[in-house]
């Protein structure tokens, strides 16, 4: 398939879409209740791993240079944001870790440091993909896909493994951590979509 016959294919359309607001929602996440938070996040991400699952048909290799748009400063608003909502409930113990056969003891593992490097890999993508050219296009939708199936998409199960039980075994009713988003950098509000609102 050509190129600009996959990247407007109405199966990637519908991926980058959930993307967006895949991206929004972790980086608004302190405007949420606890409680909505994770509600929204068992859909909006489930959706998301379905999104990407079904790009499954495209076995061609990025070829293009990529550009990383997410810096650390970006990753540790979103990490510590939802780390600072979620509170004791964002550790959760790590199955599927390399060194877990090896180890005596339970591997501890963080919901929050789990979004924050799936959001990393879909921020770049989107903000590459937004560029609008056919070939960074491309790149950026095999690029994702291949990190998908290396990384992030098991960081996603995992954390959303740990949000479906507290969704439905309970959470821990404790006073919310006081979480300031202005003591922060505002993030760039330009990504792809322009689906966010500029800074008031």
């Not at 990025?62 to 004791?88: C, H, N, P, W």
Request: charged share 30%; aromatic share 12%.
């Amino acid at each position: 398939m050509e190129q600009k016959n996959q990247i407007y294919s109405q199966k990637v359309i519908e991926f980058a879409t959930v993307v967006a607001e895949a991206c929004l929602f972790l980086e608004r996440a302190s405007e949420y209740s606890k409680v909505d938070f994770i509600s929204k996040s068992t859909k909006i991400f489930s959706l998301l791993y379905l999104k990407t699952i079904l790009l499954d048909d495209l076995d061609e290799e990025s070829d293009g240079f990529l550009e990383r748009f997410v810096t650390e400063e970006d990753y540790m608003y979103v990490k510590d944001q939802i780390a600072a909502l979620l509170g004791m409930d964002d550790s959760f113990l790590e199955v599927f870790h390399p060194d877990m056969p090896y180890s005596d003891t339970p591997i501890a593992a963080f919901i929050s440091e789990n979004l924050a490097d799936v959001y990393q890999e879909l921020k770049d993508f989107a903000a590459n993909f937004r560029i609008g050219e056919a070939e960074v296009m491309h790149s950026a939708l095999i690029l994702c896909v291949e990190t998908f199936a290396e990384h992030w998409g098991q960081k996603l199960l995992n954390a959303l493994k740990a949000l479906h039980a507290l969704r439905f075994d309970g959470i821990n009713e404790e006073e919310d951590s006081g979480f300031d988003a202005k003591e922060y950098r505002k993030l760039n509000k330009s990504s792809f979509f322009d689906f966010q609102s500029d800074d008031d």
